[in-house]
């Protein structure tokens, strides 16, 4: 099979590694293992240039980087109709860890360069594809607090995350929301909403275990103190927050957010990244819509 890599030099641990021992131990592994690859390296300003320069002459993408870039990566792979390898040099690698990709990037080539191609979900937000999740309120109320904290490290991240999550629920927002799904529409106050590429399973961080169920999980969160929503945080990274009362889960293919007092420059998390929320969102998802590579059974 034909690869491009593109490896994102500003994305994830590829920020503290030699990139040119990087770069050239994932052409010997894929070279040896029968298949055709060009390496290609980039930074965060180039890097959809660098992608679809990637999409147009491959039968597969590998790309390394951190979540944002995986995210990029999926939107161009299924316009191109190519195919997505995930090396998981990020710091959560959800993605990764939703097709069993194994987190230690040596493991993960050996297991990509002999892997299969099959077929996964895809959500969309509007016009926009998501791999993992589109959320309003809280979270994206965390990333914009991490915005304004320096790191340079995949540790530094992730300290920078703890930092801006307390500093999001030392103020929890409360917002107001038309959610319409197939069961009916209603209007309730909350403070997060979730939307996951098929539904989150407990007992680790939360991602999907599978991708082909063919639903979108619906999270909703109510209004919580501080304290309620530290409890959560907590539970949420040790696997064991469905059994929260303040947060109700469902199981939809389709449903609409109407957000009635929306304020100019609001704005939603879509795979992780920021992007300005709409007054109306329509949610679906589309069944096997994109080709990755993932290990063998």
Known sequence: MKYVAVLNEEGGTLLTMNVDEFASEVARVFEEAG???QVLRTDNQHLIQT???????????????????????????ISSKVALAVLPAGTMNLFARSLS????????????????ITKVDVGWANDRSFIHQFSVGIHPSLLRHRRRIEYKSRLGKLFASIRAALAAIRR?????????????????RVSGIFVSNNPFEE?????????????????????????????????????????NSFVSESSVKSLTLTFPRRRKH???????????????????????????????L
């Open 35 to 37: 298949h055709t690859i």
């Open 51 to 77: 992608l679809e320069m990637a999409a147009s002459n491959a039968d597969a993408i590998l790309v390394a980087g951190g979540d944002g870039t995986v995210s990029a990566a999926s939107t161009i792979a």
């Open 101 to 116: 990709i194994p987190l230690d990037l040596n493991s993960a080539m050996t297991a990509l360069a002999n892997g299969r």
């Open 172 to 188: 929890p927002l409360v917002f107001e929301a038309d959610i319409q799904t197939p069961a009916g529409n209603t209007r309730r």
């Open 203 to 243: 007992g680790h961080l939360p991602y999907a275990t599978e991708l082909n169920s063919g639903v979108l999980g619906l999270y909703v969160a109510a209004p919580m103190t501080t304290f309620q929503w530290l409890k959560l945080c907590v539970a949420v990274l040790i696997g064991r927050w469905k059994s």
């Open 266 to 296: 609001n704005f939603a998390s879509l795979d992780g990244e920021l992007i300005e929320l709409e007054t109306t969102v329509r949610l679906r998802i589309d069944s096997g819509a994109m080709d990755v590579v993932v290990p063998q």
